[in-house]
C-alpha cells in the first residue's frame, strides 16, 4: 500500500521561508585538555624490607631489576621516590595494588598518588 499526502505540511512558527539561500554551519572542533597526571610515590620506613619494595616496584610498575633497585634506593636515601605518572584512575589502581600486597606480607610499606605540576 502506497500512502501519499494530501495536504502541505505545515511548518513550525518562526522559521523562515526557504529562498534556496541556506546557511551551512561549520563543525568547529572543541579543544580537549589532556588529562591531569599523577605521580605513584613510595614512602620510606624502617620495616619494609628493601628486597620486598624492589619485588613490588618490578612486579606493579613493569620496571627491570637494576631500574627497581635505583627507585628504591631513591626511596630509601631521599624519604620517597616516584615509580610511575598515570592518569589518576590507573594511579589510583597502582596505589591501590601495592598497599594491598604490603598488607598481605604484613609490611607496613605506604604508597601515595599526587597530582603533577
Do not use: W
Not at 36 to 64: A, C, G, R, W
Not at 93 to 109: E, I, M, S, Y
Amino acid at each position: 500500500m502506497d500512502f501519499m499526502a494530501i495536504t502541505q505540511p505545515i511548518k513550525p512558527a518562526g522559521v523562515p521561508e526557504d529562498d534556496g539561500a541556506s546557511v551551512v554551519l561549520e563543525r568547529v572542533p572543541q579543544k580537549v585538555k589532556p588529562p591531569q597526571m599523577h605521580q605513584v610515590v613510595l614512602l620510606n620506613d624502617d620495616y619494609t624490607p628493601m628486597e620486598f619494595v624492589v619485588v613490588v616496584i618490578q612486579e606493579f610498575f613493569s620496571k627491570d631489576r637494576e631500574t627497581a633497585t635505583q627507585i628504591m634506593l631513591k626511596i630509601h636515601l631521599e624519604g620517597k621516590g616516584v615509580c610511575g605518572v598515570y592518569t589518576h584512575d590507573v594511579a589510583a589502581t597502582k596505589v591501590d595494588q601495592v598497599l594491598d600486597a604490603a598488607r598481605q606480607a604484613g609490611h607496613p610499606l605506604q604508597c601515595v598518588s599526587e597530582p603533577v605540576d
